[in-house]
């Protein structure tokens, strides 16, 4: 008997020991336990010490609230202009309802990479190749607004959506990269154009300030020589003037009349030896009694002086 009891003994405890590790569960932090009581969904245990009644509650689901990176399987999307192009992205999603993720959906992961992929290939049905390629912030707004709107009854909320890859058949790689090379040989020849109108340009401005200094140069010295010439005209008019006054003032004076009549007589006899001497024909004066008369009077002059 004793030996009886003994057994019933540890095995009272083993149950007892049991019970306790069935009642008392603790949830780890930013995880969600889902409790069935007899089948049907009880509570929702949160993280922490939590208790629960043996054999009748049952932990049926147990989630995770972090944020779950979920890589959605490469796929072959058409674009507007009909072209082939394979898409490979990443989707960020939630947990926010541990009761909706557990009943809402019987698979909620398969469902979310199902609804990505279709409306993935929705949005780059509407887009051609090139656009694909330069609005990849919309693809991934657009997916991710689809999305959430469906996540939302299998209480899952969708952060965002990545593109990771996006791969056109080589032909169209072949094609773009020609498109490519075409484009920076075009802005090469655009650019040594616009260096060799530069030039040109720079060439004519330069010509045409060393024309206009050259211009300006050479109108301020006709301005200097015009100036000088017409001091020299001014000088000399003075000069002239100042010697017509001082004959004007010596003829005024006594004897003056008669000291020009001989100095013109002297000048007219002179004149006329010096052409007869240069000239082997003879001249004779046409008017004989002007020179004899004029002989007379510059004879009368030296008398006078004497």
Known sequence: MEFSFGNVTFILFILALVFVFKTINVVPQQHAWVVERLGKYHATLGPGLNIVVPF???IAYKHVLKEIPLDVPPQVCITKDNTQLQVDGILYFQITDPMRASYGSSNYIAA?????????????GRMELDKTFEERDHINTAIVNAIDESAANWGVKVLRYEIKDLTPPKEILH?????????????????????????????????REASIARSEGEKQAAINRAEGQAAAIVALADATAAALREVGAA???????DAVNLKVAEQYVGAFANLAKTNNSIIIPANLG??????ATAMQVVKAQK
Do not use: H
Not at 251 to 257: L, R
Not at 290 to 295: D, F, N, R, V, Y
């Open 56 to 58: 009748v509650d049952r």
């Open 112 to 124: 979310i990479t199902q609804l990505a992929q279709t409306t993935l290939r929705s949005v780059i």
């Open 175 to 207: 094609a773009m990269q020609a498109q490519i090379t075409a484009e920076r040989e075009k802005r090469a020849l655009i650019a040594a154009s616009e260096g060799r109108k530069q030039e040109q340009i720079n060439i004519a401005s330069g010509e």
């Open 251 to 257: 003829i005024q004076s006594p004897g003056g009349a």
């Open 290 to 295: 002007e020179m004899s008369g004029l002989i």
